[in-house]
């Protein structure tokens, strides 16, 4: 099964920024979708944006122009840089990964965001 990995998470001041990186054990081109989620508390999970294998990106409007997901196919790695982090962006922060034909969907085991104000 495939695992990911995230890590970078911690503590930033508003205004600051962190990058979120989520670490496959196989090839992500074989993949068909790569997303970053997010779980604020009392909440539930919220989708903040995906990449496809040709590159292309989406993004929730509320993250839209702060947020950019971006993908390392020699690394097997894809990531989220935040910039312009804002309080309410306190949340759990989770990777996750699609195959092609949806044989299989995985989850990273979640990173924790802290804003301070």
């Known amino acids: 099964q495939v695992q990911l990995v995230e890590s970078g998470g911690g503590l930033v001041q508003a205004g600051g920024s962190l990058r979120l990186s989520c670490a496959a054990s196989?090839?992500?081109?074989?993949?068909?979708?790569l997303s970053w989620y997010r779980r604020a508390p009392g909440s539930q999970r919220e989708w903040l944006a995906s990449?496809?294998?040709?590159?292309?990106?989406t993004y929730l409007d509320s993250v839209k122009g702060r947020f950019t997901i971006s993908r390392d196919n020699a690394m097997n790695t894809f990531n989220l840089q935040m910039n312009g982090l804002k309080p309410e962006d306190t949340a759990v922060y989770y990777c996750y990964a699609k195959s092609f034909g949806g044989i299989w969907e995985n989850w990273g085991q979640g990173t924790q965001v802290t804003v301070s104000s």
């Open positions: 196989e090839n992500i081109m074989d993949m068909r979708i």
């Open positions: 990449i496809s294998r040709d590159g292309k990106s």
